[in-house]
């Protein structure tokens, strides 16, 4: 008997470690990490903040976030982004709540409306909690864009190793050849 208990005691513990935290469990751990590393701030607190705000952006991406429009007019939803061609699904109008989903580089809101997945420019919104997760959503764009302009870029690294290893070119004071192996595109080491 004892084993039985153990063995669905330890199941328990299981499912309940691999399943997933609601938004306002994971809202509640960053405002507690949030004031532990106000009181003491240390790496790997702000490690453990960062990794949950990462949670927290892929929880928005997949569930959403409610918000509030905050429109004069009514606003197209089309069904593609950059530039808006697509097809109209719904319309917006003041005061509805949809759910925030992303944002894309070029300033398209991905929300859902009526269960449908669509796209809005330049959308004013109230937020129906905090405004946090809407500044998660825009550090993780600027975050992203920084690392896409890393990868589009000419990297220094990429560059300077590209060249194969020879023997460096120059002189040594003493007037005989160097011996030092460099990748340098100029053939010379970091002596010369």
Do not use: W
Request: charged share 25%.
């Amino acid at each position: 008997m004892l084993r039985y208990i153990i063995i669905f005691s330890l199941f328990l513990f299981v499912t309940s470690a691999f399943a997933q935290k609601s938004f306002e469990s994971l809202s509640k751990e960053r405002v507690l990490l949030l004031e532990t590393y106000e009181a003491k701030p240390k790496k790997a607190i702000r490690a453990k903040i960062d990794r949950l705000e990462d949670e927290i952006l892929e929880y928005i991406q997949t569930n959403g976030y409610p918000i509030i429009i905050n429109t004069i007019t009514t606003l197209d939803v089309q069904d593609k982004t950059y530039p808006l061609q697509g097809n109209v699904i719904a319309t917006l109008e003041d005061k509805q709540e949809v759910l925030l989903l992303d944002k894309d580089k070029y300033g398209y809101y991905k929300i859902k409306v009526n269960d449908q997945i669509g796209y809005v420019y330049n959308l004013k919104m109230t937020p129906s909690m905090e405004t946090y997760p809407l500044n998660l959503i825009e550090e993780g764009l600027v975050q992203k864009k920084a690392v896409d302009n890393l990868t589009d870029s000419p990297s220094a690294f990429r560059i300077r190793y590209e060249c194969p290893s020879v023997v460096c070119g120059a002189n040594t004071p003493a007037g005989e050849s160097c011996k030092v192996q460099t990748r340098n595109c100029n053939g010379r080491c970091h002596l010369h």
